[in-house]
């Protein structure tokens, strides 16, 4: 190896370092209807993390709630549904984690899975969007997706003009709310959410 070769190496390896030390930049949305019972689990959540968020003094007190964690920069957004403006929000992040309540988890339960980006994920209204579709979108428009991830907890009541959560989906809100804090920062379970 000539010194030329192992500069250069040296230069790569210090990148990649920079590049893995570089703080994170997240994006939570929590999204439902707050006005059919269990949907409202995703709202709710972000809702929680604002408020844990806001005891930062970095924070701002705009809809769109950002501050900085040892992790990186963390914005939270509580949403009634997924709309194409978020994928100008999507192209700016490194990891997003969509929050919704889920009709195919047992009531009660939260589940995590990583999401793709997925042109055939299309939503049957008009208004809203399926989060693979968002990040395809994103992929097509800008050459690049977040690592994506969703929370979802179980839900029991989906009535309309129902306000509140039933007892069931109330269980699920305090894990999914730890589930998200794990994605955003491994080591939150050490200093706890409160």
């Known amino acids: 190896m000539n010194i030329g070769q192992a500069t250069v190496e040296s230069a790569q390896q210090q990148q990649e370092q920079q590049t893995e030390a570089r703080p994170l930049r997240a994006l939570v949305i929590g999204y439902g209807s707050p006005i059919r019972g269990d949907d409202a689990l995703g709202p709710l959540v972000a809702d929680r993390l604002q408020e844990h968020f806001g005891k ?13 964690t040892p992790t990186g920069a963390v914005e939270v957004q509580a949403r009634h549904i997924l709309t194409a403006e978020l994928v100008d ?12 309540a889920a009709i195919d988890t047992p009531p009660g339960q939260v589940r995590r899975r990583r999401l793709s980006p ?33 929370v979802s907890g179980g839900g029991a009541e989906w009535g309309y003009a129902c306000y ?23 080591t939150s379970w050490l200093r706890g959410f409160a």
Not at 89 to 100: K, P, Y
């Open 89 to 100: 929000d999507l192209a700016r992040t490194e990891r997003v984690i969509f929050v919704d």
């Open 118 to 150: 997925d042109r055939t994920a299309l939503s049957t209204m008009a208004h809203f969007h399926d989060p693979r579709e968002l990040l395809a979108w994103c992929e097509a428009l800008y050459q690049r997706a977040p690592e994506a991830w969703l």
């Open 56 to 68: 930062q003094p970095q924070l701002s007190a705009q809809p769109r709630a950002q501050t900085e």
């Open 164 to 186: 509140a959560l039933s007892e069931t989906a109330q269980q699920a809100l305090e894990p999914m709310i730890a589930e998200v804090m794990s994605l955003i920062d491994p």
